[in-house]
């Protein structure tokens, strides 16, 4: 039975007319195990740069052997049940949201919504009553979630008291042959859906940052040099580092650092009186960190290998963990040193003040059975705990947002590879279901009941245009930014007959600005939602929130939320778009640009926008130039050809074709800029020789010899310039030609992958593709891709994606999302 339009997100119908593939049909994990078997023992994939190597204890090898050979347990089978509110995304506290800060750090803030007891209550409640249910409604319930910190253990913790934890003696975890290549995922329960996270944990805690020293190098403030304590200071100093960026330029940062540096001034009466920023000077402690760059740039090899050796150190201390007896790398575990907050677009809180981070806020969770991390000399921790159905190490609450921080593991570790496993499947499993919720929410778009109608419409737009769900603010301070539940009237233009105009700021600040054409009940229900009594800072959807939509989204699949549809339409958006444009006869470098186009298109739908970059314009001047060079070379060729083989005019009238962009000024200055490079290269050789023989103890090369080098260089101009008059270029020893032919076909294919990268740069210059290829794309659609098209799967994933990904990549090449 043929599919129908309602399977495909509306970004993915202008494909419509290309050439579809069936879809292939879902197997049970036993049969899927059967053909991954056949297809991995073809292609069997071992990799080198692994961590671990799986510990014959803690393997399940008997389950999976039979007659002595070891079989693959397949795909992991996936267990109906799951905690409710349980994140798809990582292993994290109930009730807690994931968001990343200026710097990519994790962030987790509380995720309250407003709940309402009843949904049906406000049905029939005309739209001239809104406000006032509205301020009554501000007052209800939350969705009673509680985030799992923390779980005591008295006896293991010690004191009740804050911070009186028993400290045991520090362990360092050294690594063990026995963990190299430990691959969970063929492991039964590989997606981890239980609540117990792990059984043993241990690990070495956090690095604070060092305490600040002071340079004493004195600001000006009205002309005047000041005093200022070592406190103040510092905070001048964050400001001064930032004097050549475009955040000193906007009102909003420059206000809010200012009002947090007065606190800081007037906490000491040694510091001067400032009343004014704009008759502060900071220029000298700009100019001093200048030279403390450039004085770290000069460093000695010595000294760079010095701290090289002191920060392999720290990782070693502090960059892996114990986790059920195997040594796991921890991602950042570095405490966020002071600084001025940045935010991302217009950030009301933007230039505020992050201070230090002290142990006494943080929170370490490890296993009763380790030994607890000492603090830092004078510290106590905030508190220990032993809470195994967590996946963080510690904790602490940043003071600009009040936002909950944490350490998790690496993005290669096993745990947040169950949770991406976990979040790809969810959103896998959600293609047995799209079909009946598009139909019922498009049956519900004409529901006499307010409510319904509203949840539909919102439903509609989360499918169809990849919004967010967005959740409602806690503070008003807050950046002003909203998903598709939280839409104001004003972010909403309607354009008859269909066409509606998006623009809201969304996730960190970024503009959504989308002009699109809805369904006609749509575009109906819009007017309707938008008409008066309601003004342009109502809520679009005031019957609704984040937690109505999730709990009714739940009633038609376990664990179904309105972001699974995100991840969703970009795995499905993306799998149909390489299917119809991937090249089956180009090249490797004619498919790469396919399979970015594709993410493109992914990235768009998702609203994953860049500004163009300030080197933009030069890093596109930079390839045109190689594609000249590159083109000089193959015109020497082909005149290299003809001077062997003057008959050859006659036989190839493609060698007589000039090249294009080759014009004779470009190429007097090409081949100067040639013989210079040639000088340098000389001169650099020379002076290396020297040092070589001084160290030696012997005599070093006289001038003379670099002169007589250099002179030979000179030849060499005097010889391009009879080439360009005369036409002919004389055969190198050993040309043949056979051998100038092939460079001929090379040169050509290198011009033509220069041309695609080209392409590709300028097409991605305002789109991010990075986020959807990491965080919405399946990762095993483009490991299939890989190895049912033959491109080296380094092509498209660094070792760093690999490692993440690497449950992904013993796919067979005809698996499909």
């Not at 809104?130 to 979630?145: E, F, I």
């Not at 740039?297 to 892996?320: D, V």
Request: hydrophobic share 30%; proline share 5%; glycine share 4%.
């Amino acid at each position: 039975m043929p599919s129908s339009d309602d399977d495909v997100p509306l970004a993915a119908r202008k494909n419509k007319k290309a050439a579809t593939r069936k879809q292939p049909l879902r197997v049970s994990p036993k049969k899927a195990a059967t053909k991954n078997n056949k297809t991995q023992t073809k292609r069997k994939r071992v990799d080198s740069d692994s961590e671990f190597e799986i510990k014959s204890s803690s393997v399940k090898a008997n389950s999976s052997k039979t007659n002595g050979t070891s079989k693959k347990a397949g795909p992991p089978q996936k267990k109906n049940k799951k905690r409710n509110n349980e994140s798809d995304d990582d292993f994290v506290p109930n009730g807690i949201k994931v968001e990343k800060d200026i710097d990519g750090d994790v962030i987790m803030k509380d995720a309250k919504v407003k709940g309402v007891e009843k949904e049906e209550s406000e049905d029939d409640i005309p739209l001239a009553k809104l406000t006032k249910r509205n301020s009554k409604a501000s007052h209800g319930k939350t969705n009673g979630v509680t985030p799992k910190r923390t779980k005591s253990v008295a006896k293991d913790v010690g004191s009740k008291k804050k911070g009186k934890a028993i400290v045991k003696k520090e362990e360092e975890y050294e690594d063990s042959d026995d963990d190299e290549g430990y691959r969970w995922w063929e492991e039964e329960n590989a997606e981890n859906d239980g609540s117990v996270k792990w059984q043993t944990l241990g690990h070495n805690g956090v690095y604070f940052p060092p305490e600040y020293k002071p340079h004493g190098v004195k600001m000006k403030y009205k002309n005047k040099e000041i005093y200022l304590t070592p406190d103040a200071e510092e905070v001048a100093t964050f400001y001064a580092a930032m004097l050549d960026t475009d955040y000193v330029k906007k009102e909003k940062f420059r206000a809010n650092f200012f009002r947090d540096w007065l606190e800081v001034l007037a906490s000491s009466n040694k510091n001067p009186k400032i009343e004014t920023l704009e008759k502060c000077d900071f220029t000298p402690i700009y100019e001093y960190l200048q030279r403390e760059k450039e004085r770290k740039k000069s460093m000695s090899k010595e000294e760079k290998q010095l701290l090289k050796q002191e920060k392999l150190a720290l990782e070693e201390k502090y960059g892996y963990c114990k986790l059920d007896g195997r040594r796991e790398k921890v991602g950042n575990f570095r405490i966020e040193p002071p600084g001025l907050f940045r935010g991302r677009g217009d950030h009301p809180k933007s230039g505020s003040l992050k201070k230090r981070v002290l142990p006494e806020e943080v929170t370490i969770n490890i296993g009763s059975d380790s030994p607890v991390p000492p603090p830092p000399p004078g510290h106590n921790w905030g508190n220990v705990v032993h809470d195994n159905t967590v996946t963080w190490l510690a904790t602490w609450k940043e003071n600009v947002n009040e936002s909950v921080k944490y350490v998790f593991l690496a993005a290669n570790s096993s745990l947040k590879g169950q949770s991406d496993l976990k979040k790809f499947e969810k959103a896998r499993d959600l293609k047995k279901y799209v079909s009946r919720i598009r139909s019922e929410y498009k049956r519900d778009l004409k529901d006499k009941y307010m409510a319904i109608r509203q949840r539909a419409t919102a439903m509609y737009l989360i499918d169809r245009f990849a919004l967010r769900a967005g959740n409602e603010k806690n503070d008003a301070k807050e950046a002003d930014t909203v998903g598709c539940c939280s839409l104001r009237c004003e972010h909403v233009t309607l354009e008859p007959p269909k066409a509606v105009i998006f623009d809201f700021l969304g996730k960190d600040s970024i503009r959504y600005y989308n002009k699109v054409e809805v369904d006609d009940q749509v575009f109906k229900n819009l007017r309707l939602f938008t008409r008066s009594p309601k003004e342009p800072k109502h809520p679009l959807f005031d019957r609704l929130n984040t937690s109505l939509l999730n709990k009714h989204l739940q009633t038609y699949m376990d664990g179904l939320t309105a972001k699974v549809f995100r991840t969703y339409n970009a795995s499905y958006v993306f799998q149909k778009e390489l299917d119809a444009n991937t090249p089956i006869d180009g090249s490797i470098h004619d498919k790469i640009l396919a399979y970015n186009r594709a993410n493109r298109q992914v990235a768009v739908l998702c609203n994953h926008q860049r500004s163009v970059s300030k080197a933009h314009e030069n890093q596109m001047g930079r390839i045109k130039d190689k594609i000249r060079a590159l083109k000089y070379q193959k015109m020497r060729l082909k005149k290299t050809i003809l001077t062997i083989d003057p008959k050859q005019k006659k036989k190839r009238p493609d060698l007589l074709q000039e090249e294009s962009d080759l014009e004779e000024d470009w190429i007097i200055e090409y081949e100067k800029q040639l013989i210079e490079k040639e000088r340098d290269k000389v001169r650099t050789k020379f002076e290396k020789d020297n040092e070589k023989l001084t160290a030696d103890g012997k005599k070093p090369r006289p001038d003379k010899e670099l002169d007589s080098l250099l002179k030979e260089v000179g030849e060499k101009a005097k010889q391009f310039a009879k080439e360009r008059k005369s036409g002919k270029i004389e055969p190198k020893r050993g040309q043949t030609l056979e051998k100038l032919e092939a460079s001929i076909v090379k040169l050509d294919e290198r011009i033509n992958a220069a041309k695609i990268a080209m392409v590709d740069k300028d097409e991605n210059k305002e789109t991010a593709l990075s986020t959807s290829k990491i965080n919405y794309i399946d990762p095993r659609i483009s490991a299939a891709w890989c190895y049912k098209h033959k491109v080296p799967i380094d092509k498209i994933f660094n070792k760093s994606l690999r490692e993440k990904f690497k449950w992904a990549m013993d796919v067979s090449p005809d698996w499909e999302f």
